[in-house]
């Protein structure tokens, strides 16, 4: 992101419409860093070096200098756009943020499979990350003067292992620890006497399962049915999903998705990398956001099933080698040089509240999937593990595309894994008229009984650009119709209509008109498919 020119001194003032929002700045601040820092999620894939144009604002009153390399065009100019990494604040100024520059509104899938959603199929079984019990005591008397926590611990295990220790002894190659390794708080320890005497010796317990030990996390005095919620996480490059989970059953109670905030500091792991390595505080910035974020999913599930945060008390957390590093505030700079070493693979469990997260038990475990190596993460891990591709006999083939691309080869003897970058033009970025997955986006293309091209668009909107699915549908379309090579060399010439598009000479070569200028907003201008 361009840094500041050479103004010092007067404050001014940033007025975002149509939010009504005054943002105090200081003279010569750059206008990405403003926005980003009021809480406006912009879209700036190449971390506001200026060669993206995709953090366009449109001035509507008062003026701000652009450093050299803009590559919007004068008419986009004249209507008062400008890359706001490359515009700085000279005095007062009023604008409008497009909705194609923002990172809110963004569809994320946070389905699974769409047959067990619909036909209500079975959880597979699974060790649960926490557990309640009903534990009845026998009260102190002088033949009985066993003091009141190894009274309450003896009890505890006798409740667990009658009940819950031969069902997780029967779940396939379960690795869950045996109860004796039992953690209970200073703070559990402190209410112990009186909530054994408010229940008369019958108190309820909520247990917290970390990799190797269960943590008494709450004790209810009597037989109560307190609710005992996990909340799964995927950290991916572009996008946050989050579940909520009911861990006696492991039944799936809500689902929520949104963009991951980091994308304002690029949209590969590369520029987050770097930021984190060469801004000042650029870590803890990252960290910080995706955090916040999580909190925001938490909330919203929780608000959508009626618990408080109290409720929560597990959180798994599952991401690429970077995502899963920064998260915890793990330098990661070492996995951009060779020989390309992350800090870990496999973190151990700890309390969430000590990333930062609020929206849990005060208490609550957080663990997190454990990844290969440097650039196969647990998000990876957490494929294999669903696709259970490691206890089938046949060869399956694992494929992950996203901001990174991962694919896994293998059945219940071997596996083999590989990545690479996919980069992420699947969110827009290097493509003219490329966008995220939001209202306005083309995700696919068809051809409709008239023989001409037609777009789905979300929404149901005018068509801004094209998302990553569109991509995918577009490229696969005009090799089948003959009108590109596999290498996306367009093979008809000017003078030819396929599919009633036309082909044109551009400034890169020839290119196809996908749709006309007078069906885009006007700050879009042509949608195009380079040959």
Request: hydrophobic share 40%; charged share 20%.
């Amino acid at each position: 992101m361009t840094e500041r020119l050479g103004y010092t001194g007067m404050n001014v003032t940033v007025s975002v419409l149509p939010e009504k929002l005054h943002i105090r700045a200081d003279e010569g601040e750059n206008l990405l860093k403003v926005l980003t820092r009021a809480g406006f999620g912009i879209n700036a894939s190449c971390a506001g070096k200026g060669t993206c144009g995709k953090c366009l604002v449109r001035v509507l009153s008062g003026s701000v200098p652009r450093a050299e390399g803009s590559r919007i065009s004068q008419t986009m100019r004249e209507h008062g756009f400008v890359e706001s990494c490359l515009a700085f604040l000279t005095g007062d100024v009023t604008l409008e943020i497009p909705a194609a520059s923002r990172l809110k509104g963004q569809k994320t899938l946070t389905s699974g499979c769409p047959a067990e959603e619909d036909h209500g199929a079975k959880q597979k079984p699974c060790c649960p990350a926490g557990q309640v019990l009903h534990v009845t005591l026998a009260p102190p008397c002088p033949d009985n003067p066993l003091n009141d926590l190894d009274r309450f611990k003896a009890g505890i295990m006798a409740e667990y292992r009658k009940r819950i220790q031969p069902e997780i002894s029967a779940l396939p190659e379960c690795s869950c620890p045996d109860l004796p390794r039992l953690q209970i708080p200073l703070e559990m320890i402190r209410e112990l006497p009186e909530v054994l005497r408010d229940g008369d010796f019958h108190v309820t317990v909520r247990l917290a399962s970390g990799e190797q030990e269960h943590t008494v996390i709450d004790i209810f005095p009597g037989l109560t049915h307190p609710p005992l919620l996990g909340l799964a996480v995927d950290i991916g490059t572009t996008t946050l999903a989050a579940a909520l989970v009911d861990l006696p059953t492991g039944a799936v109670l809500a689902r929520e998705g949104t963009y991951n905030p980091q994308a304002s500091y690029g949209s590969d792991i590369i520029s987050r990398i770097i930021y984190a390595e060469e801004t000042p505080g650029g870590l803890e910035t990252l960290r910080k956001c995706v955090v916040d974020a999580i909190d925001g999913l938490a909330a919203q599930l929780l608000a959508r099933v009626g618990h408080p945060a109290s409720a929560i008390c597990s959180v798994v957390i599952a991401g690429n080698t970077v995502m899963t590093g920064i998260f915890y505030g793990i330098p990661v700079k070492w996995l951009r040089l060779e020989p390309y070493v992350p800090a870990a693979v496999a973190l151990p469990a700890m309390r969430a509240r000590e990333t930062g997260l609020r929206f849990v038990h005060e208490m609550a475990t957080l663990l997190s999937v454990p990844g290969v190596s440097s650039y196969i993460g647990g998000d990876i891990t957490s494929g294999v593990l669903v696709t259970e591709m490691d206890r089938k006999d046949e060869l399956s083939l694992f494929i992950d595309i996203g901001t990174n691309g991962e694919l896994v080869l293998g059945h219940s003897e071997w596996l083999v894994s590989c990545s690479c970058s996919a980069g992420p033009a699947f969110e827009g970025s290097g493509i003219r008229c490329g966008m995220r997955a939001m209202d306005g986006a083309i995700d696919s293309f068809f051809v409709d009984p008239s023989g001409k091209l037609g777009c789905r668009v979300i929404g149901d909107s005018a068509p801004s650009g094209i998302c990553g699915s569109g991509l995918m549908s577009l490229l696969a379309l005009l090799v089948r119709e003959g009108i590109t090579d596999r290498a996306g060399n367009i093979l008809r010439k000017e003078d030819e209509s396929p599919l009633g598009l036309k082909v044109r000479e551009g400034p890169e070569g020839l290119e196809i008109v996908l749709i006309p200028d007078n069906e885009l907003p006007q700050q879009q201008g042509q949608a195009q498919a380079q040959g």
